[in-house]
């Protein structure tokens, strides 16, 4: 256990509203990233972060954008909803294992869905 | 060719079978290599590391030809519970812990 939630785990909005997802973790890792999941297409990252107001884009970030104020969270921020966005978000911390390099853990996901 | 690519399946065997899930990568300078398992609306969950010796944990057993960019999982004695999407993974030379996911093999293992 990684120690990661995200808020909220379902949503359902309508499309030209901003929607804003949390990914919240506890034990004080300097990456995590954000990805979607849709049939067909696996996961994609859309933007990830490597400490505190450092974030970079991911494959895609189109109509996202992020912000990390503070280590334990990572907000995704869709700026006006399209139903292509409708999908499973899911945030990852990543780890160092020893020899073997970084590795990433995730959190449960949220369900988004754009009317 | 693309950047992993993985035979969708399904795979459908019988309890007790022994599977193979095999994966392609396309860049040579990758260096770190994982088999994820996701089950149906689940979050994604690291199997195991894939090493250049190959590694076993259990009846899962992981193998690694970086001539061929090629990965593999060999799974014995199939339980109902392994039925799950397995998912290679491989990390994006060259970008501090950014991984490249495939689009996952799902197994289905029948009583």
């Known amino acids: 256990d990684a120690g990661i939630t995200q ?25 995590m990233y954000w990805y979607r999941q849709d049939p067909g297409h ?7 972060s490597y400490g505190v107001k450092d974030t970079d884009k991911g494959e895609v970030s189109d109509g996202y954008s992020v912000s990390r104020s503070k280590t334990e969270d990572f907000l995704l921020t869709l700026e006006s909803a399209t139903s292509s966005q409708t999908s499973v978000y899911f945030c990852a911390i990543s ?9 990433q853990y995730f959190g449960p996901g949220t369900r988004l869905l754009v009317l | ?22 994966c392609t990568y396309s860049n040579s300078a990758s260096q770190s290599f994982f088999w994820y398992r996701q089950d149906c609306r689940k979050e994604p969950k690291l199997l195991m590391s894939v090493y250049s010796s190959g590694n076993e ?24 519970s392994d039925s799950a ?21 799902k197994l289905s293992v029948k009583p």
């Not at chain 1, 780890?95 to 590795?103: A, D, N, V």
């Not at chain 2, 944990?57 to 109902?80: E, H, P, V």
Request: net charge positive; with cysteine.
């Open chain 1, 7 to 31: 808020s909220p785990r379902h949503k359902v909005t309508e499309t030209g509203t901003p929607v804003t997802l949390r990914c919240h973790q506890t034990e004080n890792h300097r990456y």
């Open chain 1, 95 to 103: 780890t160092y294992r020893g020899g073997h390099g970084e590795t």
């Open chain 2, 1 to 22: 060719r693309k950047e992993v690519e993985q035979d969708p399946g399904p795979f459908n065997v019988p309890e007790g079978a022994t599977v193979a899930f095999n």
């Open chain 2, 85 to 105: 999407t397995y998912l290679c993974v491989v990390n994006r030379a060259g970008s501090q812990g950014n991984l490249i996911f495939g689009k996952g093999t």
């Open chain 1, 42 to 48: 696996g996961l994609r990252l859309i933007h990830y």
């Open chain 2, 57 to 80: 944990d259990g009846r899962f057993t992981a193998q690694l030809n970086r001539a061929s960019q090629y990965i593999s999982l060999l799974i014995r004695d199939s339980k109902l």
